[in-house]
């Protein structure tokens, strides 16, 4: 049988992303978050980044949640949300597979998909939906960030050819969220993600984003139903 994505990514993939990945900074799209939601809401909840990487916004998150936890593929990445712990005691962090169904640390209200889904197939997709709503508290929310495509891509992964990229469209996330009311929708340009961390908020519209859409970039946050 063929192996599934997830399986080959954690196995080296999720290593080499964090050894390769030395900034240092939260993203543009975890400073949004905070700024959507009331800084009091967040105070006392628990939230979940999957997909954390350097770990720059769990520790940006542990400023402004009751607790915050980290699940990835990389056993570098966890390692170094355990190191932070020491110092944030509200930071935790667990090494699973996104793509396979994995029983949580505690239950969220807000889970957070930081960046990863595109490489997931669209099966994985479905199980990672399924399993995040088995996590999430009653009223709980899904946040995510990733490329949007007008039409939906496949390429081939320029680190490991065994991998495809997932570049998807509006309707995919709707249809695959659907038991989830849509709050809140960003379109980003993924080539100024930095040039964004500059401004004083996130909240004002890019009226420069091309109307091609290879950079494009979204968030959007869901309401589970
Ligand atoms: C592009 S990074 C994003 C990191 C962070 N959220 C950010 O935006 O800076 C994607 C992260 O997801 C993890 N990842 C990708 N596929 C995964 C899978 N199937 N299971 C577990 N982790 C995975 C990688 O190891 C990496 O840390």
Same mark, same amino acid.
């Given at each position: 049988?063929?192996?599934?994505?997830?399986?080959?990514?954690?196995?080296?993939?999720?290593?080499?992303?964090?050894?390769?990945?030395?900034?240092? %900074?939260?993203?543009?799209?975890?400073?949004?978050?905070?700024?959507?939601?009331?800084?009091? $809401?967040?105070?006392?909840?628990?939230?979940?980044?999957?997909?954390?990487?350097?770990?720059?916004?769990?520790?940006?998150?542990?400023?402004?949640?009751?607790?915050?936890?980290?699940?990835?593929?990389?056993?570098?990445? #966890?390692?170094?949300?355990?190191?932070?712990? *020491?110092?944030?005691?509200? #930071?935790?962090?667990?090494?699973? %597979?996104?793509?396979?169904?994995?029983?949580?640390?505690?239950?969220?209200?807000?889970?957070?998909?930081?960046?990863?889904?595109?490489? +997931?197939?669209?099966?994985?997709? &479905?199980?990672?939906?399924?399993?995040?709503?088995?996590?999430?508290?009653?009223?709980?929310? #899904?946040?995510?960030?990733?490329?949007?495509? *007008?039409?939906?891509?496949? &390429?081939?992964?320029?680190?490991?050819?065994?991998?495809?990229?997932?570049?998807?469209?509006?309707?995919?996330? +709707?249809? *695959?969220?659907?038991?989830?009311?849509?709050?809140?929708?960003?379109?980003?340009?993924?080539?100024?993600?930095?040039?964004?961390?500059?401004?004083?908020?996130?909240?004002? +519209?890019?009226?420069?984003?091309?109307?091609?859409?290879?950079?494009?970039? $979204?968030?959007?946050?869901?309401? +589970?139903?």
């Amino acid at each position: 049988m063929m192996k599934k994505q997830g399986e080959i990514y954690v196995k080296n993939d999720a290593d080499k992303w964090f050894e390769r990945n030395m900034y240092s %900074n939260h993203n543009c799209f975890t400073e949004h978050l905070t700024d959507i939601f009331p800084k009091s $809401f967040l105070r006392n909840k628990n939230i979940a980044e999957f997909g954390v990487g350097r770990g720059n916004n769990i520790l940006f998150l542990s400023n402004y949640s009751k607790q915050i936890d980290g699940y990835d593929g990389s056993s570098k990445a #966890i390692a170094h949300l355990e190191k932070l712990k *020491e110092s944030r005691p509200n #930071i935790d962090g667990m090494k699973v %597979n996104l793509g396979e169904e994995f029983g949580g640390l505690r239950t969220y209200d807000v889970i957070i998909f930081g960046f990863f889904t595109y490489m +997931l197939s669209n099966e994985e997709f &479905k199980v990672l939906v399924e399993n995040s709503k088995k996590l999430l508290n009653k009223n709980g929310y #899904i946040y995510i960030y990733d490329f949007l495509s *007008e039409t939906m891509i496949e &390429k081939m992964d320029s680190h490991n050819d065994k991998l495809k990229v997932f570049k998807r469209n509006m309707d995919f996330y +709707l249809d *695959e969220m659907k038991d989830f009311y849509l709050q809140h929708f960003k379109l980003w340009d993924n080539s100024k993600l930095n040039e964004y961390m500059n401004k004083d908020n996130q909240h004002t +519209l890019d009226v420069f984003i091309e109307s091609d859409d290879y950079n494009w970039t $979204f968030s959007s946050l869901f309401k +589970l139903k």
